[in-house]
């Protein structure tokens, strides 16, 4: 399944919204960088559609949290949540906010290949994210949470809403570590790996590994 697939997957499981949706969706594929920004300046995902892959990738692991531990939430919010928490990085129509290196220097020998456009007003990334969608969706509060707290406590001004999060704030901010961190760092191999190895291990020493 390719990554448009796998948006378009996510498109459709919005209903209740599909309006205001299709309307900000449009805005952004038309009038913005979103089908192929990428995620950060260097590290994480800095490459073409590594935001698309970032937040399609966030938006499925939520799901998959959802259907375990709060079954309850609207699928809707999640994909809602998960898709555009991060929109901010895409600056606002007109003025991408990742824009390609032109230092070649720079880019050859220390691999940042893109730099950040200093026309983009300056704010939190998660504060542009709810600027952005809220002109298009009317969210709810907890969704608002959600996306303007998703660093939860790596950041110092959240802790404002500590102990206080919303379920959907919880399970958005382990999304989106998780999917960054285990996903796209290929930590999720090295755990299978791990887990072959040890059943090795116990298979040797004849225990049991399923119940341990
Ligand atoms: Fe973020
Ligand atoms: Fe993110």
């Known amino acids: 399944m390719t990554i448009l697939d796998r948006y378009n997957a996510l498109?459709?499981?919005?209903?209740?919204?599909?309006?205001?949706?299709?309307?900000?969706?449009?805005?952004?594929?038309?009038?913005?960088?979103?089908?192929?920004?990428?995620?950060?300046t260097r590290f994480h995902l800095a490459?073409?559609?590594?935001?698309?892959k970032h937040s399609v990738g966030v938006a499925e692991s939520l799901l998959k949290f959802r259907e375990f531990l709060a079954p309850s939430i609207n699928e809707e919010s999640c994909v809602i949540v998960g898709l555009f928490h991060d929109i901010g990085k895409l600056g606002v129509p007109g003025k991408p906010y990742y824009l390609p290196n032109d230092d070649a220097w720079v880019v050859k020998n220390r691999g940042i290949n893109y730099k950040t456009n200093p026309e983009v007003i300056a704010m939190g990334l998660a504060v542009r994210s709810l600027y952005l969608i809220s002109?298009?969706?009317?969210?709810?509060?907890?969704?608002?949470?959600?996306?303007?707290?998703?660093?939860?406590?790596?950041?110092?001004?959240?802790?404002?809403?500590?102990?206080?999060?919303?379920?959907?704030?919880?399970?958005?901010?382990?999304?989106?570590?998780?999917?960054?961190?285990?996903?796209?760092?290929?930590?999720?191999?090295?755990?299978?790996?791990?887990?072959?190895?040890?059943?090795?291990?116990?298979?040797?020493?004849?225990?049991?590994?399923?119940?341990?």
């Open 47 to 52: 490459e073409e559609k590594g935001l698309l």
């Open 11 to 40: 498109k459709l499981k919005i209903t209740e919204r599909k309006k205001p949706f299709d309307r900000f969706i449009t805005l952004l594929e038309d009038e913005t960088t979103w089908l192929t920004s990428p995620a950060s």
């Open 135 to 212: 002109q298009y969706i009317s969210l709810s509060e907890a969704e608002a949470q959600a996306i303007a707290y998703h660093d939860g406590q790596y950041i110092d001004d959240n802790k404002i809403i500590a102990h206080k999060e919303e379920p959907l704030t919880l399970l958005l901010h382990w999304a989106d570590y998780w999917t960054a961190h285990i996903y796209e760092e290929g930590r999720y191999e090295q755990l299978n790996k791990l887990n072959l190895r040890r059943e090795e291990v116990y298979k040797l020493i004849g225990g049991n590994y399923e119940s341990c």
